[in-house]
């Protein structure tokens, strides 16, 4: 017994007088079973004898172990990396060679190859070493996949018409692991050019390194958002800590500067610019330099990294400017995605997907409260927040102050009158859910099984701004139909749909049907979105 036996007799799911139960038994066997191979006994035989007594209707259990000699691994081996390098899975092995086998490290080292997304499939096998009774080889099978992607992006709104997006990452660059992104893109409301690196093993403790500089163009009006431009530049610096198999930390410091134009000052946006007032040049820019503090913790627990159907993944994220910065704010969000497979194969699958979001300023300058920036605003619409509503489109709108009254019909009155457009300026908090249910593609056969994912799903989002002061409208207020409390969280929307996903040769390729089952005036709805290059 190897020294086990009370471990063993502690696993026992059963007690005397008890009624008897096989699936118990055989519960307990595999129980022993996977102990011993956790400690280098790959091939032991656990039988249960059972001894009878008519008489009394009773049954005595005798556990019979034999561990069998204790197994060592002597090469690890990969075949079907192609592209990849050789030193690229071995470091996410777990199971060493030239020590004993460890069924649980072998496992570890399957789950982290297959959280890598860099190949389809990936299978072990253990070798015995011919002519020895104690040596296997272990021999790790992976099916690549493209881990580079051409991002192309084509979406139709029901208003919006059709807009593309174009760009270039590699995730697994010369079969280094390391991901390398060039991303030149231009489309109706932003171009943008970035360069971003990442070294998954900066060093040998597995400390991450990464870097990104870019430069970019947008013209808000043009997105679906309230009018206003900006011109930024910037960069930042990320190092990564592994903390254990599952937690991975983050850390990061970053500079931008932006130029913000033709900024519409409506009511939201009012104790923010006269905070930023010194920060203003004569033309009514706004010009800011802000160097920022970042943190990230993330929590894997997936089953793969390309199309899950098992496992979690959670991430909690927080942005903050430094103290002396021109823009004095913070911002944090978490994200979470929950696989709970409903039968055994894992073809039908149940996704819960959450995210929670808060920003706002800190401290005071000139007297004024600082406040979040209108453009660090969360956002939702489109498909990689709300699908059946078109991007940005949903939320707070535009809410402008006429001192005279004149909007309301009282010129030269002393009460301020509100008017109300259905442009979107977004919030500084947001809740999004959705329940998926993932089901077998139609048609499709067993050799695009791992390649195209077919789901149902409900979407539903919040977005709202606390710092808001709802005042009850005019009744002959302009544009009353698109105001509401902003600052409530229950005002929600939600929508219904399909949706199909393809990891092409080009990238992740998604198309979604979408209709919104609850929506608010002034949401522009999107019901078909065809996408290459991002997944939701």
């Known amino acids: 017994m190897i020294g086990k036996q009370a471990e063993f007799e502690g696993m026992v799911p059963f007690a005397a007088g008890d009624t008897y139960n096989g699936s118990s038994v055989t519960a307990l066997e595999e129980n022993i079973k996977r102990v011993l191979g956790e400690s280098g006994y790959a091939y032991p035989q656990v039988r249960t004898i059972p001894e009878f007594n008519d008489e009394t209707n009773e049954v005595s259990l005798v556990i019979n172990v034999e561990a069998g000699n204790r197994i060592y691994v002597r090469d690890i081996r990969f075949t079907g990396n192609n592209s990849t390098k050789d030193e690229v899975l071995r470091r996410e092995m777990r199971q060493m060679e030239s020590s004993w086998l460890n069924s649980k490290s072998i496992e570890t080292g399957k789950n982290r190859l297959n959280r890598l997304g860099f190949f389809e499939t990936v299978d072990v096998q253990t070798v015995r070493v011919p002519g020895s009774d104690d040596q296997v080889d272990l021999v790790y099978d992976v099916k690549e996949a493209n881990s580079g992607s051409v991002n192309f992006g084509v979406g139709y709104g029901t208003e919006s018409g059709i807009s593309f997006q174009v760009g270039l990452q590699q995730d697994n660059f010369a079969g280094s692991g390391d991901r390398v992104g060039i991303s030149a893109m231009t489309n109706k409301y932003q171009k943008n050019i970035t360069l971003d690196y990442r070294d998954p093993y900066w060093n040998l403790d597995g400390v991450s390194l990464g870097g990104q500089i870019f430069y970019n163009e947008f013209e808000a009006s043009k997105a679906g958002i309230i009018d206003y431009t900006d011109q930024s530049y910037g960069g930042t610096l990320t190092w990564g800590f592994p903390v254990d198999e599952l937690n991975y930390l983050e850390f990061g410091g970053g500079y931008t500067h932006s130029r913000l134009g033709n900024i519409k000052e409506y009511v939201q946006i009012e104790k923010f610019l006269q905070a930023q007032e010194k920060n203003r040049d004569a033309e009514g820019n706004l010009i800011t330099d802000d160097f920022h503090l970042t943190a990230a913790w993330t929590r894997n627990n997936l089953n793969r990294g390309r199309f899950p159907t098992a496992g979690n ?103 301020p009158c ?105 949401d522009k709805t999107e019901a078909f979105t065809f996408t290459i290059g991002n997944t939701f």
């Open 313 to 415: 993944h959670q991430k909690l994220y927080g942005k903050v400017t430094v103290p002396g910065s021109d823009v004095q704010y913070f911002k944090t969000q978490y994200d979470i995605r929950q696989y709970f497979p409903i039968t055994q194969s894992h073809n039908f699958t149940l996704l819960l997907k959450g995210r929670l979001g808060y920003g706002n300023g800190y401290g005071q300058t000139n007297g004024n409260d600082n406040l979040l920036p209108f453009y660090e605003n969360f956002y939702v619409g489109g498909f990689s927040t709300l699908r059946g509503f078109r991007q940005n489109s949903v939320g707070p709108k535009a809410v402008y102050n006429d001192p005279n009254g004149g909007g309301c019909g009282n010129v030269g009155g002393n009460n």
């Open 418 to 522: 509100y008017s109300a457009t259905e442009q979107s300026v977004g919030g500084n908090a947001v809740a999004l859910a959705s329940v998926e249910l993932i089901v077998p593609t139609p048609f499709a056969s067993d050799e695009f099984r791992n390649q195209i994912r077919t789901s149902v799903f409900f979407d539903a989002a919040s977005l709202w701004d606390t710092e808001f002061t709802y005042v009850s409208p005019d009744p002959n207020m302009p544009g009353k139909q698109y105001y509401y409390d902003y600052s409530d969280p229950s005002n929600y929307r939600a929508s219904v749909g399909v949706a199909v996903q393809w990891m092409s040769p080009m990238g992740p390729l998604v198309f979604s049907l979408a209709t919104p089952v609850k929506k608010f005036e002034g």
